[in-house]
């Protein structure tokens, strides 16, 4: 799928939530400490993407202003994508994980002498998508970084990043806003009834909301629900329903699975929540939960979800969930599917 413009893409670099971020950069420019290194991280969708963009572009920017100006040279040629010194990378078509070609010839690119006699910009958008030998490819530049050079990694799973690369950059975590400005800022982008809902399905994350709504996620999550009907009589077939997850849209299937065991523990912990499943799209929970199989579902829904992202069979991957959850939860005698070697 080919990108927005540049422009487009700063846009959500602006909500408020983020102005908190956008001065510790500012400040760091205006006194000449901008880090070599700057890891941008938070939630799926909480702004990180797009920060990143505006901190290239504060580099590039050759004015003096706090901002990037949008006026000279540098920022014309950045919005336009043509700006010599600055050098984008991300996960290759039919690719699971950056490689580690493409961290040295970025690494190459920075070693060279800046075009426009400014800095040289690197940007890895997702960072944590680097595997083992592409984190140390890029250890050496960020532990010797060329003069002028600042390297942007934007991340949402710290965890992934080989500890030395994050040791040697500066974190900058990005915090979701609270549920009532997200939702106004939302507002402001698309005027609809359903934010509270997607809002929810994307954890908080403003801007992941904002994608859930462009892929119909909401009407995914309903469709969903209704394959569900754990307190149906006779349950539902999981061995059935996994081959029809798997192959439509499982990652998202996967992230409003691990929605519904969260909330459902959540409305088992907490007995004063108030019920909001039909805003949130979700099925409503067995009268008396098993906590002990809910948590244990949950970190399996939560490492099937990591798994998916490499070259694994998703068919599996949702027998073993949807067994499980027609054992647990739906009061379901499933037989569970034999491990294939």
Not at 70 to 81: E, K, M, P, Q, S
């Amino acid at each position: 799928m080919e990108r927005p413009p540049l422009a487009d893409r700063l846009v959500p670099a602006r909500a408020p939530w983020l102005a908190a971020a956008r001065q510790r950069l500012a400040d760091a420019r205006s006194s000449g400490r901008l880090p070599h290194g700057i890891l941008l991280h938070g939630l799926p969708g909480a702004g990180q993407s797009p920060l990143a963009l505006w901190a290239a572009q504060l580099a590039l920017c050759e004015s003096h202003s706090e901002v990037p100006c949008g006026r000279c040279g540098g920022c014309v040629l950045f919005l336009a994508g043509n700006h010599p010194d600055f050098h984008a990378l991300d996960v290759e078509d039919n690719a699971s994980f950056i490689k580690v070609d493409q961290i040295r010839d970025l690494c190459g690119k920075l070693a060279m002498r800046s075009y426009r006699g400014h800095h040289k910009v690197g940007l890895i958008d997702p960072a944590d998508k680097m595997n083992v030998n592409s984190n140390n490819a890029l250890l050496k530049t960020l532990e010797e970084p060329p003069e002028d050079t600042v390297l942007l990694l934007v991340a949402s799973r710290t965890d992934r990043l080989a500890p030395t690369v994050v040791s040697r950059c500066q974190k900058i975590r990005i915090a979701t806003p609270g549920r009532a400005d997200a939702i106004d800022w939302l507002t402001g982008v698309q005027r609809r009834d359903d934010w509270p809902s997607l809002l929810a399905l994307a954890a908080g994350a403003p801007l992941k909301a904002v994608e859930l709504a462009d892929s119909g996620a909401l009407d995914l999550a309903r469709e969903m629900a209704a394959d569900l009907k754990p307190d149906s009589p006779g349950g539902f077939d999981p061995l059935a329903l996994a081959d029809s997850w798997s192959k439509d849209r499982p990652a998202d299937r996967l992230a409003w699975l691990e929605h519904l065991v969260q909330s459902w523990i959540r409305r088992a912990s907490l007995s004063d929540v108030v019920n909001n499943n039909r805003d949130n799209a979700l099925p409503s929970p067995p009268p008396r939960l098993n906590m002990k199989a809910a948590f244990e579902l949950l970190d399996r829904v939560r490492e099937a979800r990591t798994l998916q992202e490499g070259p694994v069979n998703s068919l599996l991957l949702f027998e073993d969930l949807l067994v499980g959850f027609a054992e647990a939860f739906a009061g379901g005698s499933a037989v569970r599917p034999e491990t294939q070697g």
